[in-house]
């Protein structure tokens, strides 16, 4: 890493074997502009800050054909010139040297695991809004789809297959802290509604900073440093709202049921989740991919746990209802009955759905 804007250029010697052609180099997640340099020779990279278009678009995963007369046996040297603009310079991903087949299947396998990942959040968030439409005050659930259409938002920000509209740089690692922060806020509030039944005035706070805080940085029309800057105060605020979480369940821990052990899990994934994209923001630990696994499993256990909830709610109010001596009805304005408790059908009498 290079905290500065200017170029890095990065340099090793490769060793080439005697039955080794027809080779290809990856870069699968190039936050940046990189040029590939192989032998002094310029082979081309991604699109540059400036000027026409040449090599890849910005994001997309770099693959170099390596001429066949520039692979005889024996060392070789590769370089990497990294441009960056957003206050830090640096490879950002993994390099891979090998066949060009070998290179072709790792493209196809990244591609698919970052459109499988988006997809099933969505499904998460539409089911999670969908019921507590349904079911009505519901407002756990309801959290839970926003937290799950922000890992939507988070993982086409991070993504380097969708972020095709956009070329800015700056643009992109602003929606990316901002994304982060408001799904910091949703979390908070989602937790609170499922461990105390309640937003407390510590919750509401929470939230309403990390809100606030992603709107001062999609305005803010500073760049580079500041940046970086908010960048490392929103991981402060993550952090923070984490453990007023794991508080919060401490509090609520006299709850044995299944369901709090799921959340429970659930909130184990979202703290991995808080470490990986940390080790990635302080200590330039390249494990950033796992941050939107991590978020998935949150997800799923997050959304079991609440059915689970509403699913022992309604049973425990199925008894309640039944075992009552009153005779108790639903109906509706019309004075159609909807539902009617065993005492109320030995004051009824036979009666059908829908009898006025």
Known sequence: WNETEGPLLLEKVVEIGEDETRLSLLILEPRFHVEVIWDGVSLGGTWSLEGEPHGQPPGEPIRVQIPDALTDAGPHRLGLEVNGRTGRTGLDSEVRLGSTR??????????????????????????????????????????????????VGFGLVESYEWWFLFD??????????????????????????????????IDQLLSVLNVAFALVVLLWWGRNPTLFALENLGGIGAVLVFFRTVWLFLGASKDRS???????????????????????????????????????????????????????????????IDVAKDAL????????IWEVNPAGSRLLGPWRLGDN
Do not use: T
Not at 175 to 198: D, E, G, M, Q, T
Not at 329 to 335: I, K, P
């Open 102 to 151: 070998e290179v072709s299947r790792a493209i196809a396998h990244h591609r698919l695991i970052e459109l499988v990942l988006p997809l099933v959040n969505v499904g998460l968030a539409l089911c999670a809004l969908l019921l507590s439409v349904v079911w009505g005050n519901r407002r756990a659930l309801f959290w839970l789809g926003v937290v799950c259409m922000c890992l």
């Open 168 to 201: 800015d740089p700056d643009l992109r690692h602003k929606a990316s802290i901002a994304i982060r922060s408001i799904l910091v806020a949703s979390a908070i509030r989602l937790y609170a509604w499922f461990f105390v039944r309640r937003v407390g005035l």
């Open 258 to 320: 299944s369901e709090s052990y799921l959340m429970l899990l659930g909130l184990g994934m979202a703290g991995l989740a808080m470490v990986f994209d940390l080790l990635y923001l302080w200590a330039g630990v390249q494990h950033r991919p796992l941050v939107p696994v991590f978020g998935l499993g949150m997800s799923v256990f997050s959304l079991v746990a609440l059915m689970s909830r509403l699913s022992d709610e309604r049973y425990r109010y199925r008894q309640l």
């Open 329 to 336: 009805l639903v109906v509706d304005r019309e004075a159609r």
